[in-house]
């Protein structure tokens, strides 16, 4: 099992920043992925962006160039660096944790991020 423990979401105004983070416990993998999906109100969970602990990273097309991923594999951590924040940005940010090559996947509690104008 692998625990996931999200912080960093919050209320920011329109074109503002927000980190989030996410720290993975329990029983880490060698090869893994880290990332965010999102869920914004009425609408089904979407891709943000991941990252593998071998340092490749993937973004949405709303993600690119605002946001950026990184993480500290020494503390199996990750990090969602999203600048320029827009309202359609507003949504549950739930940390994703995957065992590379298989189907096993782990979610975070899920953050609320709110974007205003």
């Known amino acids: 099992q692998v625990q996931l423990v999200e912080s960093g979401g919050g209320s920011v105004q329109a074109g503002g920043s927000l980190t989030l983070s996410c720290a993975a416990s329990g029983s880490i993998f060698g090869f893994n992925v880290m990332g965010w999906y999102r869920q914004p109100p009425g609408k089904q969970r979407e891709l943000v962006a991941t990252m593998t602990n071998w340092g490749n990273p993937n973004y949405s097309d709303s993600a690119k160039g605002r946001f950026t991923i990184s993480r500290d594999n020494a503390k199996n951590t990750a990090f969602l660096q999203m600048n320029s924040l827009q309202l359609e940005d507003t949504a549950v940010y739930y940390c994703?944790?995957?065992?590379?090559?298989?189907?096993?996947?782990?979610w975070g509690q899920g953050t609320q991020v709110t974007v205003s104008s």
């Open positions: 994703y944790y995957n065992a590379a090559g298989s189907q096993r996947t782990w």
